[in-house]
């Protein structure tokens, strides 16, 4: 017969160990659905996830509690991990702009020590993205932090480390 576990304690890897990545919760909805007897209320987390290290993630989890939702959201982001470059002031090396929806946002480099200028789900990607100095603007009017967290996700994808410049070779 096995041991009794535990409301903490899981089968596997996944409370064992302590992630390489850091996580932030984004957003978190409440869903209903109609059934015979009422709605029946559900939950969708968008997670955010990163190594401040040039390297993030976006997921989104749905589940019954909360907690689970979160969960879900996390592993969802953990495999969507992507890198981007970052130059030695921390900042994006390049100008870029994308759009999601109806959201567009653009992201600007900034000189060291200018900080984080940028708010909502901008800020929190580029805070566990590993930038410590940028200047954003969310253009699009959208309130959705979901689609605002997706056009920044595309416009970090955009980015490209500059290549060396190929020296003109003389006759």
Known sequence: MQPRRGP????????????????????????????????????????????????????IGKGVSVAEAVEKGAFQAKKEVFSFPLNEARTVVHETEAKFAAARVVLKPAR?????????????????????????????????????????????KQLRKKEPRAVPQGK
Do not use: C, M, Y
């Open 112 to 156: 060291e020590g200018r900080g984080l200028i940028a708010g909502g789900p901008v800020r929190v990607i580029a805070d566990l993205g590993g930038i410590r100095n940028l200047t954003a603007k969310i253009l699009g009017r959208t309130p959705n932090k979901l689609n605002n967290a997706k056009a920044t996700i595309e416009a970090l």
């Open 8 to 59: 903490h304690q899981h089968q596997g890897d996944r409370g064992q160990r302590r992630s390489e990545f850091d996580q932030k919760v984004l957003d978190i909805r409440r869903t209903a659905r109609v059934v015979a007897g009422g709605r029946r209320f559900s939950f969708r987390a968008t997670v955010v996830v990163g190594d401040r290290n040039g390297r993030v993630g976006l997921g």
